[in-house]
């Protein structure tokens, strides 16, 4: 079974703060996702990488970062936290670039306050 | 015409009801297609890929429409089991990205 693990369930952060959000596969796959849920927007890309030290931005990079430097983590930065920034964090990897199914971790309820 | 455009619902059906979700996307070169299936308050998980003019798994079944650029997911005999939010996903062209829609909300009542 694929497992993507997310290092926290829920955390809650002050505005202004350095988050760090971290995520890791245990399936040796080569891409890996972030995404951002809320309600009424789905799920939107933040950003992706499809290997070691790659990062590509996604549809909202703004406000974030990200860090793959080794082939089953892939960390989420939110340098500063803001209040919009709110939102339900979600990870997910994919064995190649052919291979269309995601599989996601159980996902980081953020709360900036 | 948006991307990956889904009815938000709620539809709310009782057990053992029949049930069809449409989707519409609006890449005519798209060649495959993805339900994917989110519990309340977990994460997405693949449901049904889409690759021909169908696909059939049980209860499930996922029709492609390539004329009409929409994709529909029926469920025969609706279990309490099936409530859940149906998302639809199609994969960007030249690209590892999806594109998910936000998401049909299918409530099953007994």
């Known amino acids: 079974d694929v497992k993507v693990t997310q290092s926290s369930r829920y955390l809650v952060k002050r505005t202004g703060e350095k988050v760090f959000l971290e995520c890791v596969q245990d399936m040796d796959h080569e891409n890996m996702f972030w995404y951002r849920q809320d309600p009424g927007l789905g799920l939107r890309l933040i950003y992706f990488s499809y290997d070691v030290k790659m990062k590509e931005k996604g549809d909202i990079p703004e406000g974030y970062s990200v860090s793959r430097e080794k082939k089953e983590r892939f960390s989420l930065i939110l340098e500063s936290a803001s209040t919009n920034q709110t939102s339900m964090y979600l990870c997910?990897?994919?064995?190649?670039?052919?291979?269309?199914?995601?599989?996601f971790g159980p996902g980081t309820r953020l709360t900036v306050l | 015409r948006k991307e990956v455009e889904q009815d938000p619902g709620p539809f709310n059906v009782p057990e053992g009801a029949t049930v069809a979700f449409n989707c519409t996307y609006s890449?005519?070169?798209?060649?495959?297609f993805f339900w994917y299936r989110q519990d309340c308050r977990k994460e997405p998980k693949l449901l049904m890929s889409v690759y021909s003019s169908g696909n059939e798994d049980g209860r499930f079944t996922a029709q492609l429409n390539r004329a009409s650029q929409y994709i529909s997911l029926l469920i025969r005999d609706s279990k309490l089991s099936d409530s859940a939010t149906y998302l639809c996903v199609v994969p960007r062209t030249g690209s590892y990205q999806l594109t998910f829609g936000k998401g049909t909300k299918l409530s099953v009542i007994p």
């Open positions: 997910a990897s994919s064995p190649d670039p052919a291979a269309n199914e995601q599989f």
């Open positions: 890449n005519s070169a798209s060649q495959s």
